[in-house]
């Protein structure tokens, strides 16, 4: 069965994982998956992701990451843009996510980037998710 908005699904795996205290989680991948991984990665939110192939479809493995007091460093994710509406921004009127404690992830036509990447790189661009 096909799924109508896999990076809703991501993130839904992620809240749940981390709700559960768990370790690890496991994500069907794709490239926008993975390239939402590495932004994760790059920010901090997660310590490390690997694709592992499997027979049916392949998944992302990601290692979720914990303060000392194991509080999750996710606090909260939200979708923004839905396949039922979109929401395209410009440069300029990207948000600031939790005034600047999260990040805003965008899709441009450059890549998959964080709302300050791309408003330094002046591009605009469909606002995926933000994550705190």
Sequence with gaps: MS?????????????????????????PASRMSADICRVLKQQGFIENYAQKDRQA???????????PDRSSVVQGL???????????????????????????ILSTSKGIMTGKEARDARLGGEILCEIW
Aim: aromatic share 4%.
């Design 57 to 67: 479809q392949p998944v992302l493995a990601l290692k979720l990451r914990y303060t």
């Design 3 to 27: 799924m109508s908005d896999p990076i809703a699904d991501m993130l839904t795996r992620i809240r749940n994982a981390v709700r559960a205290g768990h370790d690890m989680v496991e994500i």
């Design 78 to 104: 939200r979708r923004v843009s839905k396949p039922s509406v979109r929401r395209y921004v410009r440069s300029r009127n990207i948000p600031l996510v939790r005034n600047g404690l999260g990040i805003a």
